[in-house]
Structures are given as C-alpha cells and as structure tokens.
Nanobody
C-alpha cells in the first residue's frame, strides 16, 4: 500500500514537498524502482522522476529538471519529491509507484498510490 501526501494549492514560483509512504511489504524487494508520475486533466499519465533502490541513480523528465528533486529513505519506507519554482503547467494529480524494472512505462509499475492533487495558480 502506497500513500501520498503533501499536495495542495501554491502560487507560481512556490514549493511543495510530496511524500509517499509504503506499507505491507512494498519496500521489501531489493531490486525495484520508485517513481513519481503525474496526470493532468485530459492527458496521459507521465513520468516525473524515478529513483533506484539505493537512491543513487535518479532520472528526471526534461520538464522538471533543475526544479524537482526525488529522494528516498528506505529505513522509513518513504519517498519524497521536492518541487521548487512550480509552474501552472505542473498542475496535476501526482502518483507514486513502485516497480521491478528501471522504466518510464506506467505498465511496468505494479503498486500505485491514490494520488495527491497539486495545483499551481498563475
């Protein structure tokens, strides 16, 4: 079970920190990826960032590079997404997910959170 928190309404240029806490064994595999996806109204779900099990290897979508930072604390079963300099186009429902492979494809992730809304006003 994955549970996201930290979403909300913020003005352009503001910051938010999303958290994703896992329970029920979703942090137990030694070879899995954790990721943040987002989905805006009328659009497909897209990868935002992903992080390896060790936390050392990270990937960011071009649209968020330099503004967002993904991290994880395995001891706390928690992953984070620090979002700075937010823009209206970042408005979406943000989902955390885990999967066994290093992938951008939503179909390669088998555990999902319920999503948290991020709204950036102009």
């Amino acid at each position: 079970l994955l549970v996201e928190s930290g979403g909300g309404l913020v003005q352009t240029g503001g910051s938010l920190r999303l958290s994703c806490t896992a329970s029920g064994g979703t942090f137990s595999s030694s070879a899995f990826t954790m990721a943040w996806f987002r989905q805006a109204p009328g659009k497909d779900r897209e990868i935002v960032a992903r992080v390896s099990f060790s936390g050392e290897v990270k990937y960011y979508a071009d649209s968020v590079k330099g503004r967002f930072t993904i991290s994880r604390e395995n001891a706390k079963n928690t992953m984070y997404l620090q979002m700075n300099n937010l823009k209206p186009e970042d408005t979406a429902v943000y989902y955390c997910a885990t999967g066994p492979t290093w992938s951008d494809n939503v179909h390669n992730y088998n555990h999902w959170g319920q999503g948290t809304q991020v709204t950036v006003s102009s």
